[in-house]
């Protein structure tokens, strides 16, 4: 705080006067100009020290993204065994266990989004003193991993629900064919949850490249059983190609109605 003393003795002229005045402007513009200066470098020191923390906490995200990706291709070939087994006892009930092409084994491996360094910039305000592209950024990456997690939380609820059946009689003979068709219904959560995640953390991979490897075109498609062979490919470009051409002169349509309404 700035003490302004008054002066020993009266100004005895208007210059005097103003001497004074501006004595005491100078003095609380030197004052305010150092407590900005003070604020500045304490501001840019905390910005400093959230982005150290928004780092560390970055590289074990990383870790944690590529540990989920294994996890997800791990998960989706289980989830094939699966329904294969099911599947096949689909087809002939009350098939003795040791008869099916499998076991089901219904599990999950997960690793959590670090978010205490994130969490922590938005409470203390400090993201203000950042700029609008960082903290931008920063909103989307951790959006996506926060909708990564809500997918798998999806895929947690699925199995548990799968493995319920366990709790009453695990010899997979004893189902009945209407239990067989509710197990793989909810196998199919399983799939649909899982696929989910898949495509999140695909998104995850697009918004932030550093975040990798990420699931494949190819594992997604495997995962929900549809594959195409370079045969089928072949014979099916013709079909493509229209859709492609209808497809860009819808694109061509709507391109021209959002130029004209900008001109508006």
């Not at 005895?12 to 100078?26: L, N």
């Not at 959006?143 to 319920?164: M, P, S, T």
């Not at 002169?249 to 391109?255: E, F, L, V």
């Amino acid at each position: 705080m700035l003490d302004v003393h008054p002066p020993h003795e009266a100004a005895h002229t208007w210059k005097d006067f103003f001497i004074h005045i501006a004595t005491i402007v100078v003095g609380l513009l030197i004052a305010v100009g150092l407590e900005q200066t003070v604020e500045f470098f304490h501001h840019r020191h905390l910005v400093a020290e959230t982005r150290e923390a928004l780092r560390a906490e970055r590289e074990q995200n990383h870790k944690n993204y590529a540990a989920n990706a294994a996890s997800f291709r791990y998960l989706e070939e289980l989830l094939k065994n699966d329904m294969l087994v099911l599947r096949a006892l689909e087809q002939h009930p009350g098939t003795p266990e040791e008869k099916l092409p499998g076991v089901l084994f219904y599990t999950g491996l997960y690793e959590p989004t670090a978010t205490g360094a994130w969490q922590t910039a938005k409470q203390t305000t400090v993201t203000q003193w950042m700029s609008t592209r960082e903290v931008s950024d920063l909103t989307e990456l951790y959006r996506l991993l926060a909708e990564g997690d809500g997918f798998i939380l999806e895929y947690w609820h699925a199995v548990n629900d799968a493995n319920v059946y366990r709790s009453h009689d695990p010899d997979l003979s004893h189902l009945t064919p209407a239990q067989i068709q509710d197990q793989i219904r909810i196998t199919e959560r399983c799939i649909a949850s899982l696929y989910r995640w898949g495509v999140s953390l695909g998104d995850t991979h697009l918004d932030a490249p550093d975040f990798n490897p990420s699931p494949t075109s190819d594992d997604l498609n495997s995962l929900n059983g549809y594959t195409r062979s370079p045969q089928d490919e072949e014979r099916i470009a013709p079909a493509y190609q229209i859709t492609r051409d209808r497809i860009a002169a819808a694109q061509a349509a709507a391109h021209a109605l959002t130029n004209l309404a900008e001109k508006k």
